[in-house]
């Protein structure tokens, strides 16, 4: 399933197939709560079930590991989810907004100018995480 959001963000969600087993639980770990849902980087510290896998790409205006995140939180909220194992995040060149600008005077037959421009690189983020529900 693909959704496309407001701007240019994408998520590609595969639903998890199968019967749920008994998943992984740590005693403690990293967990996130500002997020829509909360974060885990790593495994849960209580039992949860596997909705699926969310691979997220997000715009140039949406690129920090954080706006991904938030991103991919929403996102899991959204089908159902009540939590999200971080895979990763990372970056993906999206190319480069460029301006430019040329003055010139005109004097008897001659022509003189001068001119100034710049590019900017623009930067997409990237996300991979397991949505799931926890118990």
Request: proline content about 4%; glycine content about 16%; hydrophobic content about 35%.
């Amino acid at each position: 399933m693909r959704a496309l959001l407001a701007g240019c963000a994408t998520a590609d969600f595969t639903p998890y197939s199968g019967a749920q087993q008994n998943w992984p639980v740590a005693t403690g770990g990293f967990m996130d709560t500002k997020y829509a849902v909360p974060v885990f980087y790593g495994t849960p510290n209580r039992p949860y079930e596997v909705i699926g896998y969310l691979k997220a790409e997000t715009d140039a205006y949406r690129n920090t590991r954080d706006q991904v995140v938030g991103f991919m939180a929403r996102r899991a909220r959204e089908l159902g989810g009540n939590g999200l194992i971080l895979v990763g995040t990372s970056s993906h060149y999206m190319g480069s907004a460029s301006s430019a600008s040329v003055y010139g005077n005109v004097y008897g037959s001659g022509f003189s100018a001068t001119g100034f421009g710049t590019s900017i690189p623009l930067f997409g983020g990237n996300g991979d995480a397991v949505v799931i529900r926890l118990g």
